[in-house]
């Protein structure tokens, strides 16, 4: 069994046109400990398919077919207090605006925990604390101690986006989902952060959907890469294998569109 299998996905929105699926059919597996990257233009259903797999879309908004199943079970079954059990434990997600996913009135310390402080029944104060202590080390952040106890507004947008990291390993997910987390980072920063998610994919065996525009970003991070062109599927396999010799026309046209300096480099 699969760490995550997705099957004939298939989302439309009740305010689209009947013939437009904004997911269309999609199918793949990841393994644990799988890097998987996500790609393909604006509004071709890379954020809804992570919302699906994550349980968050809205249910009365949108009407779903097929099948997503994390260790065997059944996303789509889940009861709202299943789901929230599965995302405070074997799966976690991070969005691309840090700034609207922290709480302005409460310590980054608190927030990074908060999946503890739901879940960790059992643990002491002091447990938890090293343990949120500790995911901050793993997402990058320097000065942990002084970092706990800073509001939001105290940070850089390239440290809270490694607090929302931290937050979402606090509980060593299985499934990590990441969706442009990178994008709106310089480049150094961008650098940092993959680094971070390479090591607790080694190290933690963390299984992480990245989602990126940036295809050189991908290149640098995702052992298998799936590129997908409205709502479908168009191309998938070894990132190297895909970028080396992509069979799709739609494919060889996000490649070619990549600024050459960024096409030079792979590490
Ligand atoms: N809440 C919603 N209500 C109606 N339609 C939606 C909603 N969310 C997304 N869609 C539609 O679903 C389609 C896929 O959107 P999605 O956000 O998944 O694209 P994306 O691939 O993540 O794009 P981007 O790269 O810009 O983030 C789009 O046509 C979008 O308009
Ligand atoms: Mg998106």
């Known amino acids: 069994m699969s760490l995550l299998e997705v099957k004939n996905l298939k989302v439309h929105f009740h305010d689209a046109a009947p013939d437009r699926f904004a997911v269309d059919g999609v199918s793949f597996t990841m393994e644990e400990g799988d890097i998987l990257g996500l790609v393909g233009e604006s509004g071709t259903g890379k954020t809804v ?46 969005f691309q605006e840090p700034m609207t996913s922290f709480n302005p009135v409460y310590r980054i310390g608190r927030q990074v925990g908060e999946s503890l402080y739901v879940h960790g029944k059992g643990l002491s104060k002091d447990q938890k604390k090293e343990l949120v202590l500790k995911a901050m080390q793993d997402a990058g952040l320097p000065n942990a101690e002084e970092v706990y106890r800073k509001y ?69 991070l995702c052992r298998h890469v799936i590129v997908m062109q409205r709502g479908k599927i168009v191309e998938k396999g070894l990132t190297k294998e895909v970028f080396e010799n992509p069979q799709h026309t739609y494919t060889k046209q996000l490649i070619a569109a990549i600024p050459s300096r960024n096409r030079r480099s792979r590490d």
């Not at 009365?60 to 599965?86: H, M, P, V």
């Not at 952060?193 to 525009?213: G, P, Q, W, Y």
């Open 49 to 94: 398919t992570s919302m699906c797999i994550g349980g968050l879309l809205p249910r009365e908004k949108a009407d779903t077919e097929g099948s997503i199943t994390l260790g065997g079970t059944e996303i789509f079954d889940c009861t709202q207090k299943e789901l929230n059990r599965i995302l405070g434990n074997e799966m976690a997600i991070v």
């Open 152 to 220: 939001p507004h105290e940070l850089s947008g390239g440290m809270l986006q490694r607090a929302m990291i931290a937050a979402a390993i606090v509980t060593k997910p299985k499934l990590l989902l990441a969706d442009e987390i990178t994008t709106a980072l310089d480049v150094s920063m961008q650098a940092r952060i993959l680094d971070r998610l390479k090591r607790l994919n080694r190290k933690d065996k963390v299984a992480i959907l990245f989602i990126s525009h940036d295809l050189h970003v991908v290149n640098r």
